[in-house]
């Protein structure tokens, strides 16, 4: 009796990787025409650090995983009352420092009417092989970067041109991490929001209007 053959990979059930190139000896100049050329279209992503440029095209988990960390930490400061500005994928650069990079998501906190640079950047480390990205942030003054990586998200606080790992945030201390987590695969995002943000606080004149028309 003949034998079925043995099962192939199916490779397209593998979950798609980000496009990363990585060019070496780049000039300044080399990296500002190339930001040019590429103009308001979202792809590719450029990171420079003195001298490596970095090309990446993130992949559909990756966007949908920077979207959706934005969605909850959006929310959060909602429901907390927190003043957030999002800005997205900015281009960050010190021509001085020569590094360059765009964020997945960034924010500026407070009536910042022309900010010289986010507050907190979020990036996702879905595919490996690209720059440091916090050898990028340290010496262009990000207070603070989240990495989601392997599903978990490290927090990093500058310290005298330094990133250290801390345990939480601080520049929106108060938020959870890990209970954000559990939601960033929840779909749609309607319902991943409206789980992740506590029930609404009812004020004392709806309450007493709920007991008279009891």
């Known amino acids: 009796?003949?034998?079925?053959?043995?099962?192939?990979?199916?490779?397209?059930?593998?979950?798609?990787?980000?496009?990363?190139?990585?060019?070496?000896?780049?000039?300044?100049?080399?990296?500002?025409?190339?930001?040019e050329i590429r103009g308001d279209r979202p792809v590719p992503r450029l990171t420079y650090l003195e001298g490596a440029l970095e090309l990446m095209t993130p992949s559909r988990p990756?966007?949908?995983?920077?979207?959706?960390?934005?969605?909850?930490?959006?929310?959060?400061?909602?429901?907390?009352?927190?003043?957030?500005t999002p800005y997205g994928s900015w281009t960050l650069e010190s021509k001085e420092a020569e590094r360059g990079v765009e964020p997945d998501e960034c924010y500026v906190l407070g009536d910042v009417a022309d900010p010289e640079r986010c507050d907190l950047a979020v990036e996702?480390?879905?595919?490996?092989?690209?720059?440091?990205?916090?050898?990028?942030?340290?010496?262009?003054?990000?207070?603070?970067v989240w990495i989601w990586k392997a599903g978990a998200?490290?927090?990093?606080?500058?310290?005298?041109?330094?990133?250290?790992?801390?345990?939480?945030s601080e520049v929106l201390a108060g938020i959870d991490l890990?209970?954000?987590?559990r939601f960033v695969d929840v779909r749609p995002t309607t319902s991943a929001v409206t789980g992740y943000r506590p029930p609404s606080r009812r004020s004392p004149d709806f309450m007493i209007d709920s007991e008279a028309g009891m």
Request: proline fraction near 6%; aromatic fraction near 8%; charge should be negative.
């Open 62 to 84: 990756h966007e949908s995983l920077k979207s959706m960390i934005g969605c909850l930490v959006e929310a959060w400061c909602f429901e907390k009352g927190i003043g957030i």
């Open 178 to 181: 890990e209970v954000l987590l």
């Open 124 to 144: 996702v480390v879905w595919s490996s092989g690209g720059l440091d990205k916090l050898e990028v942030y340290r010496k262009i003054g990000v207070k603070e």
């Open 1 to 35: 009796m003949s034998q079925p053959a043995p099962l192939t990979p199916d490779l397209e059930r593998q979950p798609p990787a980000d496009d990363i190139i990585v060019l070496r000896d780049v000039t300044w100049a080399d990296y500002q025409r190339l930001l």
């Open 153 to 168: 998200i490290g927090v990093f606080a500058l310290r005298d041109e330094r990133y250290m790992p801390v345990e939480r």
